[in-house]
């Protein structure tokens, strides 16, 4: 398996950004992508997720109308389009994968994780 997050980059307050996560070691049933967040300091927390049959779509309260996932119509590609992005948003972001149903909130469930992309929202 193998998720490659992209997109990341350093943009002042209000700019947006798209985030972009592949798999390119699709071999085994997937039932969601989350997108989650780690910044200096805290504790890595849930920003959104999309089922990847059904696309029905999660967001932490934080995001909620300014972040919206989305994925291609293979499934392969999940993106995260960051929109009125706050100073708060600084993180480390990262993508992964969950094989099975459950809370797609709750990092513990997922099974593969890519590597982090930087996100850096100056004021």
């Known amino acids: 398996v193998q998720l490659q997050a992209s997109g990341g980059g350093l943009v002042q307050a209000g700019e947006s950004l798209r985030l972009s996560c592949a798999d390119s070691?699709?071999?085994?049933?997937?039932?969601?992508l989350g997108w989650f967040r780690q910044a200096p300091g805290k504790e890595r927390e849930f920003v959104a997720a999309?089922?990847?049959?059904?696309?029905?779509?999660y967001y932490h309260d934080s995001v909620k109308g300014r972040f919206t996932i989305s994925r291609d119509n293979a499934g392969n590609t999940v993106y995260l389009q960051m929109n009125s992005l706050k100073p708060e948003d600084t993180a480390v972001y990262y993508c992964a994968i969950k094989r099975y149903s459950g809370n797609p909130s709750d990092n513990r469930q997922y099974d593969y994780w890519g590597q982090g992309t930087q996100v850096t929202v100056s004021s």
């Open positions: 999309i089922t990847l049959s059904g696309g029905r779509t």
């Open positions: 070691g699709r071999t085994f049933s997937r039932y969601a």
